[in-house]
């Protein structure tokens, strides 16, 4: 049976389920691909092989909260929320892999370190310190992306934006990483 939030894509031929900034999703449903559209955000799409489990994370600005409200909005909230959510579901952290996507320099472009360049740096230190493989990576540049990516069999595809389309995510990531956007605390299992 098909996942009822699942809608179908054209542009893959597939049912998609969209994964909003500071969100994520885990599924294991074979031909299901999870999709988001990043600017300077990050996505990282980790996974189980053995089990065909896996998510997308996607998240706005690197490192923690100060003020510790738990916003996935935040690089740390949402590795840990998506890392926790697929061990709850009996995943194993040393079968996990990655793969990790976005981190374009598209805000505060005259800054030495963009919030695009800080959070690439984030999630590839973040998986390098709890030991989970990047398969691939997609990061940096000057445009957009949209992220397609296939838990079940570790497939992903990026599309990307042109110069237009890169503008308005711009236009739209900047009140989210202004404004708070709670989300839900990790799960009973703890990374650290």
Same mark, same amino acid.
């Given at each position: 049976?098909?996942?009822?939030?699942?809608?179908?894509?054209?542009?893959?031929?597939?049912?998609?389920?969209?994964?909003?900034?500071?969100?994520?999703?885990?599924?294991?449903?074979? !031909?299901i691909a999870?999709?988001?559209?990043?600017?300077?955000c990050v996505?990282?799409?980790?996974?189980?092989?053995?089990?065909?489990?896996?998510?997308?994370?996607?998240?706005?600005?690197?490192? !923690?909260?100060?003020?510790? !409200?738990?916003?996935?909005?935040?690089?740390?909230?949402?590795?840990?929320?998506?890392?926790?959510?697929?061990?709850?579901?009996? &995943?194993?952290?040393?079968?996990?892999?990655?793969?990790?996507?976005g981190g374009?320099?598209?805000? !505060?472009?005259?800054?030495?370190?963009?919030? &695009?360049?800080?959070?690439?740096?984030?999630?590839?230190?973040?998986?390098?310190?709890?030991?989970?493989?990047?398969?691939?990576?997609?990061?940096?540049?000057?445009?957009? @992306? @949209?992220?397609?990516?296939?838990?079940?069999? &570790?497939?992903?595809?990026?599309?990307?934006?042109?110069?237009?389309?890169?503008?308005?995510?711009?236009?739209?990531?900047?009140?989210?990483?202004?404004?708070?956007?709670?989300?839900?605390?990790?799960?009973?299992?703890?990374?650290?």
């Open positions: 049976m098909t996942n009822p939030r699942a809608v179908w894509d054209g542009k893959i031929n597939a049912m998609t389920i969209t994964v909003l900034p500071g969100r994520h999703e885990v599924l294991s449903e074979r !031909d999870l999709v988001t559209l990043l600017g300077s996505a990282a799409c980790i996974r189980d092989p053995r089990l065909g489990l896996g998510g997308l994370n996607h998240f706005l600005l690197p490192g !923690d909260d100060s003020n510790g !409200d738990g916003s996935a909005r935040y690089g740390v909230n949402a590795m840990e929320l998506l890392i926790n959510d697929i061990l709850r579901r009996g &995943g194993k952290k040393s079968r996990l892999e990655a793969k990790v996507f374009a320099n598209v805000i !505060d472009v005259n800054s030495s370190q963009t919030v &695009g360049n800080r959070n690439a740096s984030f999630v590839l230190e973040f998986l390098k310190r709890e030991g989970i493989p990047v398969l691939a990576q997609d990061l940096g540049g000057q445009r957009g @992306r @949209r992220i397609f990516y296939f838990p079940s069999t &570790g497939r992903a595809s990026v599309l990307m934006l042109r110069e237009t389309e890169t503008r308005r995510v711009n236009r739209n990531e900047l009140p989210l990483i202004k404004t708070p956007n709670p989300a839900s605390r990790a799960g009973a299992v703890e990374l650290f």
